[in-house]
């Protein structure tokens, strides 16, 4: 049974460029959230998707975007890059949107210089 | 809004000692709480969990008691390994897809 699988493993881009990184979730798992965690502290929650909608977001601006597909696989978006979105990309599945328990991903390294 | 704070790092232990994480949450509801293990270069793997007061989530030697009366969630091991060197996160969720987290600990084994 795989589990969560994200994709790239890393990524370098430049100021002003646009990224999509990819996430398949957990087999059963139809719920899918997306965290960012910078360098030396804890996740940060990005938004989650459910049904092909978001469903909740943080706080974070609108250059950061995403999608979910019919087969409950999901992309996040972040446009107009910052140096300051560099960070590991997580991702993470559940059952649905109320089941607290969530698996992540190993993660997207972005690297923006 | 719900939050977690952890205790802060680094710590330091030889093999076979005994470790504590201190973590404390602020819910305004019932979270479930949760313990997540990152090694170097890997995401989040969930070492244990409760879901209610007084529950006690316990994997690989690790254990942690929901403590609703001191709003605490402290990891415990009674004898840890080179192995067990990582950085440990305490969560809460509140069953929405928004899980806090802690700054994270960074605890280093050595033999």
């Given at each position: ?55 909740q977001?943080?706080?974070?601006p ?10 409950y ?41 | ?34 313990w ?10 969930l ?41 440990y ?23």
């Amino acid at each position: 049974d795989a589990g969560v699988t994200q994709s790239p493993t890393h990524l370098i881009k430049t100021r002003g460029q646009q990224v999509t990184l990819r996430c398949s979730p957990k087999s059963g798992h139809d719920t899918v959230s997306w965290y960012q965690q910078a360098l030396g502290q804890g996740p940060q929650f990005i938004f989650q998707y459910y049904e092909e909608e978001e469903r909740q977001r943080g706080n974070f601006p609108d250059r950061f975007s995403g999608h979910q597909f019919p087969n409950y696989s999901s992309e996040l978006n972040v446009n107009a890059l910052l140096l300051g979105d560099s960070a590991l990309y997580l991702c993470a599945s559940s059952w649905d949107t109320t089941y607290n328990e969530q698996f992540f991903g190993p993660g997207t390294r972005l690297t923006v210089l | 809004g719900d939050s977690v704070t952890q205790m802060e790092g680094p710590v330091t232990l030889s093999e076979e000692a005994f470790l504590t994480i201190n973590c404390t949450y602020t819910a305004t509801g019932y979270p479930s709480l949760f313990w997540y293990v990152q090694y170097p270069g890997e995401g989040l793997q969930l070492l244990l969990k409760a879901t209610k007061a007084d529950d006690k989530g316990s994997n690989k030697g690790f254990e942690a008691t929901y403590r609703k009366e001191t709003t605490s969630f402290h990891l415990e091991k009674g004898s840890v390994q080179v192995s067990d060197s990582a950085v440990y996160f305490c969560a809460l969720s509140d069953g929405g897809g928004d899980m806090r987290f802690g700054a994270g600990t960074r605890l280093t084994v050595k033999p």
